[in-house]
């Protein structure tokens, strides 16, 4: 089968940091793949570079065949590959509708469509997009007043606006209370069997990334440390001491924050 998203030896350097150290990874079409690795590992980097927000120091992106290396942000979310952010971006004052028709102008990038009204068919569009979210109540509030999980739905809801084949999400659950964590997770599922949408997930929620994904890609220290089922990742004793031992510890001097990467609190 061919990889929709197929990126070759990534590299990525800050100064005389190697974020991003020589990465293989592939997407199929219609598959959830999970992205997980202790802080820092370099997964926010690698989606940067796999998106077109960094231009990369080495080897090459290719997106449903097309080679995407050198291409800017808004034309990689031309061809059908959309992202969300670890720290997330909506415009507060704006209702949470409004938000959702901006977010199909961005992939316009025409400033004056950022100014324009929505036509009926995007409203429509935001209007049962927000509903298939559990938004819909909320559609005309200012997006400034949804809850932490909220938030993140509304960036998932944004991504869907453009049709997308692949979305790539950072830290979906970060700051999410448990309820809606599940809300989440089922309607990322949903998206993916009734669209055939394919995700690939940053996640510190490695329970998250078990139920929704056949596969993990395990990130330490910007180099690929496994890729496997996972059951695999959990059994590889690589992942276990420099992914799980690393958490682990952390729990212990940490008690009571799952994650610790202080990642929860968005703008
Ligand atoms: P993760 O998302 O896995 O927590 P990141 O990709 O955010 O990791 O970071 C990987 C490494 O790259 C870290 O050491 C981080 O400090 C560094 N880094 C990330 N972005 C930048 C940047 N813009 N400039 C310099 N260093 C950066
Ligand atoms: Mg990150």
């Known amino acids: 089968m061919t990889a ?17 150290d020589g990465v293989d990874i592939e997407v199929a079409p219609g598959e959830m793949v999970g992205l997980i690795g202790p802080n820092g590992s370099g997964k926010t980097t690698l989606f940067d570079c796999l ?10 992106v290719s997106f449903d065949g097309v080679d995407i290396t050198r291409r800017r942000p808004h034309q990689v979310a031309r061809l059908g590959m959309a992202r969300t952010f670890q720290l997330i971006r909506i415009y507060r004052d704006l209702t949470v509708l409004e938000n959702m028709e ?18 009926a068919a995007t409203r429509r569009k935001g209007e049962d997009l927000l509903e298939f979210l559990m938004l819909g109540p909320m559609r ?5 007043t949804l809850s932490g999980g ?35 997770k ?20 490695v329970q998250f990334v078990a139920d929704l994904c056949e596969r993990v890609v395990v990130l330490d220290a910007g180099s690929k440390l496994a890729d496997g089922t996972p059951g695999q990742i959990m059994d590889d004793p690589a992942v276990i001491e420099a992914y799980f ?19 929860g609190a968005g703008p």
Do not use: C, Y
């Open 4 to 20: 929709l998203l197929e990126a070759v030896g990534v590299v990525k350097r800050f100064g005389g940091l190697t974020a991003v």
């Open 51 to 60: 998106s077109g927000i960094q231009s990369i120091d080495g080897g090459s």
């Open 102 to 119: 901006l977010s199909t102008q961005w992939a316009g990038v025409g400033l004056r469509d950022l100014f324009r009204r929505a036509d």
């Open 140 to 144: 005309d509030e200012p997006a400034g």
């Open 150 to 184: 909220q938030r993140r739905l509304l960036e998932i809801g944004m991504a869907l606006m453009s049709d997308p084949r692949l979305v790539l999400l950072d830290e979906a659950t970060a700051g999410v209370n448990p309820s809606l964590v599940e809300d989440i």
């Open 186 to 205: 089922d309607r990322l599922r949903a998206v993916n069997s009734g669209k055939g949408v394919a995700f690939l997930l940053v996640e510190h929620n």
């Open 245 to 263: 031992g690393a958490a682990g510890r952390a729990r212990q001097t940490n008690a009571g924050d799952a994650g610790g990467n202080g990642t």
